[in-house]
């Protein structure tokens, strides 16, 4: 399935996602992540399932240039929630150098999205190492509190 056509079916299960989170229900390990757009500065939102790696949090993109990543490129940060509970948080994009464990230990802290990552062509397979060789292609973002962690505007 090409990139164009994956990302037309998920949009319809990220409103779902993102409608139930707006409603207090939190669901698995998802999170809704929202972040500036680039040109108009209003929060754009999307579903995400962090992973916790040796103590901190992070989230990886299945698309380099999806624009949620590219948006949390130009802000470098966002409102992560889960539920209704909101923080506000930095988001640093690792250099390609440093993904490969983050991206190894994906496939074990994320097993859902495993599906997703080969769907969308960014691993050929749920082998580890296919995902840590991934890590050219495929951003990940380390989360960090920022202060103001209750937002009052956006989502």
């Known amino acids: 399935m090409n990139n164009d056509r994956l990302r037309r079916r998920l949009k319809p299960l990220n409103r779902v996602i993102v409608t139930l989170q707006r ?9 809704v992540l929202s972040v500036p757009g680039r040109r108009t500065g209003a929060l754009r939102t999307t579903p995400v399932s962090p992973l916790t790696v040796d103590g901190a949090m992070y989230v990886v993109g299945g698309f380099d240039d999806a624009d949620w990543v590219r948006n949390a490129r130009a802000a470098g940060w966002g409102v992560l929630a889960k539920g209704r509970r909101r923080r506000r948080v930095s988001l640093v994009e690792l250099p390609v150098s440093e993904r490969e464990p983050i991206l190894r230990a994906f ?9 997703f990552m080969i769907t969308a062509g960014a691993v050929e397979s749920a082998d580890p190492e296919a ?17 103001g ?6 989502g």
Do not use: Q
């Not at 496939?107 to 599906?115: A, F, Q």
């Not at 995902?131 to 495929?138: E, L, S």
């Not at 962690?149 to 956006?154: I, M, N, T």
């Open 23 to 31: 409603m207090g229900v939190a669901v698995g390990t998802m999170r």
């Open 131 to 147: 995902f840590a060789a991934a890590a050219p292609h495929c951003p990940v973002f380390r989360i960090e509190p920022l202060s």
């Open 107 to 115: 496939p074990r802290e994320v097993p859902h999205g495993v599906r």
């Open 149 to 154: 962690a209750e937002p009052s505007a956006g």
